[in-house]
């Protein structure tokens, strides 16, 4: 295992060379054809094996929706849980045991509807789990309801008129809740994809990435301009840590004098002012202005990579170190183990 794993440094490491294939079940695997989760699930089985960690030492918890199939087609141990309460399942699993690396998939009808306040407090607390949030703007497994995702004015079965909500930025939200780990990529980039889940993998304590995931029968082309060869690059915005935000061939992110963020031509004369991006910055606040540059309908401007990656106390090592110092100071008896028993106590 890499010692770059951090939050892995709990979990016993394997002996045995695995590759993507172990990580493959006999399941047959029903999404439908041309789904963006075929190639999430793809990128998934192929980067376990780098975590050195054995199948039964890695737990996938899901919620409900088409992105919540995952445990079925993951050759670890799993659960597909209840709607909405897969980060609140996880959470217990993660304190509980740290001999575990525990992700969770969801999506973004399942994560930010019912399941709002759990995925919140989950990246508040930062406890130890891995998010992987599928947002392909549409409720997919109900037949195309809009979600908490879809853009103002989405024509969908729910909304024959037009959806009049506004709605969520899922990393601007994790970003204004502080959680340590803020990401962002697309399902049909196979290599940023794949780096992405490694520099999650590494965080120690919550790392959610949102997935831009296609639903080629319920919302076709969701992402097409941050997907089509000839306009992607003048649409995205790839985040380095610690290198100029450029956006486009000839574009930069600047800063004016209000603090504020704006997109401008680079000159000579300007090319010093372009804002370095600092995923390591403890306050957030710069990353949340970094996720509001998107547009939400066009999608011009929309920033992809690691918006936030800091250091925190982890919950799971807190809430231990709590238990150990409570049972020293009571002297007698032992206080996880009394924690973990009967159902009554009796107290002498």
């Known amino acids: 295992m890499s010692e770059t794993f951090a939050s892995l440094s709990?979990?016993?490491?394997?002996?045995?060379?695995?590759?993507?294939?172990?990580?493959?079940?006999?399941?047959?695997?029903?999404?439908?054809?041309?789904?963006?989760?075929?190639?999430?699930?793809?990128?998934?089985?192929?980067?376990?094996p780098e975590l050195g960690v054995a199948r039964e030492n890695i737990t996938i918890i899901s919620g409900i929706g088409c992105s919540s199939r995952f445990p079925y087609y993951v050759d670890t141990y799993g659960m597909h849980s209840i709607h909405g309460r897969a980060p609140a399942i996880a959470t217990g699993l993660s304190v509980t045991r740290p001999d575990l690396s525990v992700w969770v998939v969801t999506g973004d009808g399942d994560a930010l509807s019912i399941g709002g306040n759990h995925l919140i407090h989950a990246m508040r607390r930062n406890v130890n789990l891995k998010i992987l949030l599928?947002?392909?703007?549409?409720?997919?497994?109900?037949?195309?309801?809009?979600?908490?995702?879809?853009?103002?004015?989405?024509?969908?079965?729910?909304?024959?008129?037009?959806?009049?909500?506004?709605p969520f930025n899922p990393v601007s939200l994790a970003l204004g809740v502080e959680c340590t780990f803020v990401a962002r990529t697309l399902d049909s980039d196979r290599k940023h994809l794949t780096e992405t889940l490694r520099a999650a993998a590494a965080h120690e304590g919550t790392a959610i990435v949102e997935i831009m995931q296609n639903c080629d029968i319920f919302n076709d082309g969701a992402w097409a301009p941050l997907k089509d060869a000839e306009v992607r690059d003048e649409n995205l915005i790839r985040l380095e840590h610690g290198q100029?935000?450029?956006?486009?061939?000839?574009?930069?992110?600047?800063?004016?004098?209000?603090?504020?963020?704006?997109?401008?031509?680079?000159?000579?004369?300007?090319?010093?002012?372009?804002?370095?991006?600092?995923?390591?910055?403890?306050?957030?606040?710069?990353?949340?202005?970094?996720?509001?540059?998107?547009?939400?309908?066009?999608?011009?401007?929309?920033?992809?990579?690691?918006?936030?990656?800091?250091?925190?106390?982890?919950?799971?090592?807190?809430?231990?170190?709590?238990?150990?110092e409570v049972s020293r100071k009571l002297g007698t008896g032992d206080f996880d183990r009394l924690l973990r028993s009967a159902d009554t106590w009796e107290i002498a």
Not at 18 to 47: H, M, N
Not at 274 to 292: G, Y
């Open 134 to 166: 599928f947002n392909n703007r549409i409720y997919g497994l109900t037949k195309g309801q809009y979600s908490p995702t879809s853009e103002e004015g989405k024509i969908t079965k729910s909304t024959p008129y037009g959806s009049l909500d506004h």
């Open 10 to 48: 709990l979990v016993p490491k394997t002996t045995t060379p695995l590759s993507a294939k172990d990580f493959k079940t006999d399941q047959e695997v029903r999404w439908c054809p041309g789904c963006g989760d075929y190639a999430i699930l793809a990128a998934v089985q192929a980067f376990l």
């Open 244 to 324: 100029p935000i450029r956006v486009g061939a000839s574009r930069g992110v600047f800063r004016d004098d209000r603090g504020e963020l704006f997109i401008d031509e680079v000159t000579e004369a300007n090319a010093a002012k372009v804002v370095i991006h600092d995923a390591h910055m403890d306050d957030p606040s710069a990353a949340f202005q970094l996720s509001r540059l998107s547009d939400p309908v066009r999608l011009s401007n929309t920033p992809v990579g690691v918006f936030r990656d800091v250091a925190r106390p982890v919950f799971d090592r807190q809430m231990q170190a709590q238990i150990d």
